[in-house]
C-alpha cells in the first residue's frame, strides 16, 4: 500500500516539475543558451525534486502531521493556559531556527551575522504562534490580529532603513518552509481541534499566516538597531560545471551538506516528539513505528529536494535572470515571470500540504485543485509584477501597502476560513522554488540592468507572499455570494410552494 501511495505521489510531482522543466529547456535553445553542464545539472535537479517531493508528501502525511495534531490536541486539554503558549513559543521557536531556507537567505544579507538573523527571527516567529495558540484558545477573530500587526510592521517600515524593507519581508515568506509548515498546520488544527463551536475549523488556520509576520518584525528592528553601514550584496558562489561528470560530481560534493542540514532541521521535530510521546503516551507501537517510517521518508524527500533545486536550479535561475534582462527584449522578462510563476507554485512541497489540508477541513467544499489554480493565478501575477519592479525601479512599497491594504480590507467582507486560507497560503506559496530559483533570476537580472540588488531583487518573495492573499480572499467572496443567492433561490421557491399550497386549499 505504502509503495503504491509512493508511486502516486511521485507521479503527482513528476506532473508538477514537468512544466517548468519544458519552459526552460525551450528559453535554453531560443533566447538563453545554456551550457550543457549547467543543463544536464539542471536535469538531475529536476530528477532529484521530482523524487524529494513525492517522498516528502508521503512522509508528512505518515509523520508530520498526526505528530502536529496529536501535540495540539494534547496541550489544548490543558487546564493551565500557560501551557499552550509556552509550548507554541518554543516549538516555533525550534523549528525556525533550522529551517533550511532561512539559512539561505540569512547568508544573503549584509552588514548583520546569519546566526543573529536566524535567532532574532526563530523569537519572532516563536511569539507570534504564541499569540496564534492565544488567538484559538480566546476565540479572537484573526483578521483583528492580522489588520493590527500589519499596522504595526508598516509603521517600522517607514523609519528602518530602505535596503532592509525587501528583505524583512522576504525573510517572512521564507521562514515558512517544507520543515515548519506542515508541523504548523497540523498543530494548528489539533488545537481546534477540542472546540465544538462552528468557528473551530476556520480557527484551525492562521498559524503560518501569524509566523510568517514574525521574521518581518525582527529584520526590520535588526535593520534599524544594527544601523548597517554598508549593504552591498555579495553572492553565494555557483558551480562551474562544464560536463555531466562535473555535474554528477557537484551533487555528490553536495549531498553530505544537505544530509547534515535536513539532520538538524528536523530534530528539534524529532526531540519534542519524543518528549511529548514519554509525557502523554498517546500513541501505540504500530502508530509510533508509523510515525518513525514517515520520518525518515520525510528526511530522505527533503535532502532530495534541497539538493536539486540548491544544486540544479539556483545557477539556471541567475542565467536565464541575466540572460533575459541582458538582451535586446529585456521586456520578455515580465512574460516569461508570469509564466514560470503560474506553473512554479506546483513545484512547492508545502503547496501540497496546504491544500490537502484545506480539502480535508473544509469537507472537500474547497477542493485542491481550485486553491491550486488560485496560487497559480496569483503567483503568477506576483512575479510579473517583480519582474516589472526590476525594469523600472519602483520601490516595493508601491506594491505592498496597497497589496496588504486590499487584502486586510477583504477580510472584513468574506468568511472567516477563507481569511485564514489566503493568508495562510501567502507564507506556503513563497517557499524554497521561490528562494532557490526565482529570486537567483532576479538577482541575475537586476546585475544585468545595474539595479540596486537589496531594493530591486529582494522582494521577490515578498511579492509571492502577498499576492494569494487577495486572490483567494475573492474565491471566498464571490463563493459566498454565489451562497447567498443560492439561498435566496431556495427561499423563494419554498415561498411560491407555500403560496401554491395555501392558494389550493
Not at 502516486?8 to 506532473?15: A, M
Not at 530602505?162 to 524583512?168: E, N, R
Not at 534541497?306 to 536565464?320: K, Q
Not at 489540508?357 to 517583480?386: K, M, N
Amino acid at each position: 500500500m505504502k509503495n503504491l501511495k509512493l508511486k502516486e505521489k511521485v507521479i503527482e510531482s513528476l506532473v508538477s516539475v514537468l512544466p517548468l522543466t519544458a519552459i526552460v529547456m525551450l528559453l535554453s535553445i531560443t533566447i538563453v543558451p545554456l551550457a550543457s553542464g549547467v543543463w544536464t545539472t539542471f536535469l538531475f535537479g529536476a530528477m532529484l525534486l521530482t523524487l524529494g517531493m513525492g517522498f516528502f508528501t508521503l512522509g508528512v502525511d505518515l509523520s508530520m502531521i498526526p505528530m502536529g495534531e496529536g501535540i495540539g490536541v494534547e496541550i489544548s486539554k490543558s487546564k493551565r493556559l500557560w501551557i499552550p503558549i509556552v509550548i507554541c513559543l518554543i516549538l516555533g521557536m525550534l523549528t525556525t531556527l533550522a529551517e533550511p531556507n532561512l539559512t539561505v537567505l540569512a547568508e544573503q544579507v549584509p552588514s548583520i551575522p546569519s546566526r543573529t538573523i536566524i535567532f532574532s527571527i526563530s523569537i519572532g516567529v516563536g511569539v507570534l504562534l504564541a499569540l496564534s495558540a492565544i488567538r484559538i484558545l480566546f476565540r479572537i477573530p484573526l483578521k483583528n490580529i492580522l489588520f493590527v500587526s500589519y499596522i504595526i510592521v508598516f509603521g517600522i517600515a517607514f523609519f528602518g532603513p530602505v535596503d532592509f524593507i525587501a528583505v524583512s519581508f522576504d525573510s517572512g515568506g521564507v521562514t515558512t518552509g517544507p520543515v515548519t509548515v506542515p508541523f504548523i498546520m497540523a498543530l494548528g488544527v489539533g488545537l481546534a481541534t477540542l472546540r465544538s463551536d462552528k468557528h473551530s475549523k476556520e480557527d484551525s488556520f492562521g498559524l503560518v499566516a501569524l509566523g510568517s509576520i514574525g521574521p518581518i518584525f525582527a529584520v526590520l528592528l535588526l535593520g534599524i538597531f544594527y544601523k548597517p553601514g554598508s549593504t552591498e550584496y555579495v553572492g553565494a558562489a555557483i558551480a562551474n560545471a562544464e560536463t555531466t561528470s562535473q555535474a554528477a560530481l557537484v551533487f555528490a560534493e553536495a549531498f553530505p551538506r544537505y544530509f547534515y542540514e535536513v539532520a538538524l532541521a528536523l530534530s528539534p521535530i524529532v526531540i519534542v516528539f519524543i518528549l511529548f510521546q514519554l509525557v502523554s503516551k498517546r500513541y501505540k507501537k504500530r502508530q509510533l513505528m508509523r510515525i518513525a517510517f514517515g520520518f525518515v521518508i520525510t528526511y530522505v524527500g527533503l535532502v532530495f529536494f534541497l539538493c536539486g533545486v540548491n544544486v540544479g536550479f539556483f545557477p539556471v535561475g541567475l542565467l536565464i535572470g541575466a540572460g533575459l534582462a541582458g538582451s535586446s527584449m529585456s521586456y520578455l522578462l515580465v512574460p516569461v515571470g508570469i509564466i514560470l510563476g503560474y506553473f512554479i507554485v506546483a513545484a512547492e512541497p508545502a503547496v501540497h500540504v496546504l491544500t490537502k489540508q484545506v480539502e480535508d477541513v473544509s469537507d472537500g467544499v474547497i477542493t485542491q485543485g481550485t486553491i491550486r489554480t488560485c496560487l497559480s493565478i496569483a503567483v503568477s501575477l506576483s512575479v510579473g509584477l517583480a519582474m516589472l519592479r526590476i525594469l523600472t525601479g519602483i520601490p516595493i512599497m508601491y506594491f505592498l501597502v496597497p497589496g496588504y491594504a486590499i487584502s486586510l480590507g477583504l477580510s472584513f467582507f468574506v468568511p472567516s476560513i477563507f481569511t485564514g486560507i489566503a493568508f495562510d497560503s501567502g507564507g506556503v506559496a513563497s517557499g524554497p522554488m521561490t528562494a532557490t530559483f526565482l529570486l537567483p533570476m532576479a538577482i541575475g537580472a537586476c546585475t544585468a540592468v545595474g539595479g540596486n540588488l537589496m531594493t530591486d531583487a529582494f522582494g521577490m518573495v515578498a511579492m509571492v507572499a502577498m499576492t494569494p492573499l487577495i486572490i483567494i480572499q475573492i474565491l471566498g467572496y464571490i463563493g459566498s455570494v454565489k451562497e447567498k443567492a443560492k439561498r435566496r433561490y431556495i427561499e423563494d421557491q419554498l415561498q411560491n410552494l407555500e403560496e401554491a399550497i395555501i392558494y389550493f386549499d
